[in-house]
C-alpha cells in the first residue's frame, strides 16, 4: 500500500491548452511513485475543460542513494590523523590538499576500503582531545571498520602496545566487536562476522533473513542459530534440491 498525500491546488487551471496537457500526460500510480508527480485526473472520468481544479493524489518521489561515498571528520593537526588512520588501522593516505572551503585548513584522504574514503579536516593550531564525545542527538555514536577474525584475535594485543584503553571482544550474536577511542574522543568499532553469506548473497541479505526468523520466533536478539537457518534457506531458493520436489 502506497502512502499518499494531497499537493497543494491553485484555484484553478485557466488555460485550456495547459489542462489538455495534464491530461494527455497522465500516468498509472505505481506504489511510490507517479509520473509526474503534478498530473491531474478527470473529474468524475469526464475531460477537462475550462477551469479545471480537481488535483491527483500524489508522493513525494526519493531520492535514491546508493551507499556512503565518503565521511568527514574535523580533525586536529595533520600529523595525529596520519598516525592514527594509517599507522593504526593500516588506511592508506592517498592525497592532501587544502581544505577548499576553507583554505587555512588541510583535507586528508584516507582509502577505507571499496572504493569509499574518510577524510579529515585537519589544523595545525588544533590539538588532540582525550574527553570523549558527547552521546546526544545528531551526534555520531561510532564508526565501525572491517576486519577479519584472524585480525580481531590480535587486536586487544596491539592496541594494549599503544597503550589505547578498549572494551575487550564482545560477542554481538552475528559478528564480533571490540570499541575503543580514537586521539579525538570519536569511539571506533572493529567488527568481524562470524559467518560467510552463499555464493551471490551479501552479509545484508543473510541478516534481513535471520532477522525475519528472528521475529517469527519472539527471540531477542539476532544469533548462530537464526545466521544458521538463515543461509540455509536463501540457499535452498537459489538451489532448489530434488528431494524438496
Same mark, same amino acid.
Given at each position: ?20 496537457? %495534464?491530461?494527455?500526460?497522465? @500516468? ?21 475543460? /475550462? ?17 556512503? /561515498? ?20 593500516? %588506511? ?14 588541510? /583535507? ?32 555520531? /555514536? ?14 586487544? &594485543? ?7 584503553? @578498549? ?6 550474536? %552475528? #559478528?564480533?566487536?571490540?570499541? %575503543? ?17 552463499? &555464493? ?8 534481513? &533473513?535471520? @532477522?525475519?526468523?528472528?521475529? &517469527? ?24 534440491? #530434488?528431494?524438496?520436489?
Amino acid at each position: 500500500m502506497c502512502d499518499t498525500k494531497e499537493r497543494a491546488r491553485p484555484a484553478e487551471v485557466t488555460d485550456i491548452g495547459l489542462a489538455q496537457q %495534464f491530461r494527455e500526460m497522465r @500516468h498509472v500510480q505505481i506504489c511510490n511513485r507517479i509520473w509526474p508527480t503534478f498530473a491531474i485526473k478527470p473529474q468524475d472520468s469526464q475531460p477537462y475543460s /475550462h477551469g479545471a481544479t480537481k488535483w491527483e493524489k500524489t508522493v513525494e518521489r526519493k531520492i535514491q542513494a546508493q551507499g556512503i /561515498h565518503h565521511i568527514t571528520l574535523t580533525g586536529a593537526d595533520r600529523q595525529t590523523s596520519i598516525d592514527f588512520w594509517e599507522g593504526l588501522l593500516g %588506511f592508506s593516505l592517498i592525497f592532501d590538499q587544502p581544505n577548499l572551503d576553507n583554505a587555512s585548513q588541510g /583535507h586528508l584522504y584516507f582509502a577505507v576500503g571499496k572504493g569509499q574514503t574518510l577524510t579529515v579536516f585537519t589544523d595545525e593550531a588544533r590539538k588532540p582531545q582525550t574527553d570523549q564525545l558527547e552521546d546526544k542527538i545528531g551526534a555520531v /555514536h561510532h564508526l565501525a571498520f572491517a576486519i577479519s577474525q584472524s585480525v580481531l584475535t590480535q587486536v586487544s &594485543e596491539r592496541l594494549d602496545e599503544r597503550d589505547i584503553k @578498549h572494551t575487550g571482544i564482545k560477542d554481538r550474536g %552475528f #559478528m564480533n566487536s571490540i570499541y %575503543f577511542y580514537d586521539p579525538l574522543g570519536l569511539r571506533i568499532e572493529l567488527a568481524s562476522y562470524r559467518f560467510v553469506p552463499p &555464493e551471490g548473497a551479501t552479509h545484508g541479505d543473510v541478516l534481513a &533473513e535471520a @532477522h525475519r526468523l528472528r521475529v &517469527e520466533r519472539e527471540d531477542h536478539a539476532i544469533a548462530d542459530v537464526h545466521v544458521a537457518d538463515a543461509i540455509e534457506n536463501i540457499m535452498t531458493k537459489r538451489q532448489p534440491r #530434488m528431494s524438496d520436489t
